[in-house]
């Protein structure tokens, strides 16, 4: 069972990144994901939930509608669209499985990718 996350890097104040990890192992559209971040020095913080059939989403306060989480079923990858980036979205973006079919639950992490804004 395995997550490979990338698609992180250098974005300007402003600018716009998609995620993406890449799920092997398991049947990828019987299961929750997510995606949670770390910034240097804090706690992991959850950002976006997505159940298994991709129609129903949630996001925390700090996404303020501009980060978007989705999937391709068929292509056993979830995305994270993120838009008009600010500084404090600088963090290691992991992406998360949920535990079963009907627990949001994370119980595997992928490695994780480096998103930096900075002007």
């Known amino acids: 069972v395995q997550l490979q996350a990338f698609g992180g890097g250098l974005v300007q104040p402003g600018g716009f990144l998609r995620l993406s990890c890449v799920a092997s192992g398991f049947t990828f559209n019987n299961y929750y994901m997510s995606w949670a971040r770390q910034a240097p020095g804090e706690r992991l913080e959850r950002l976006a939930l997505l159940n298994p059939a991709g129609d129903s989403t949630t996001y925390a306060d700090s996404t303020k509608g501009r980060f978007t989480i989705s999937r391709d079923n068929a292509k056993n990858t979830l995305y994270l669209q993120m838009n008009n980036l600010e500084p404090d979205d600088t963090a290691v973006y992991y992406c998360?499985?949920?535990?079963?079919?009907?627990?949001?639950?994370?119980?595997?992490r992928g490695q994780g990718t480096r998103v930096t804004v900075s002007s």
């Open positions: 998360g499985k949920g535990r079963t079919y009907y627990t949001p639950t994370v119980d595997l």
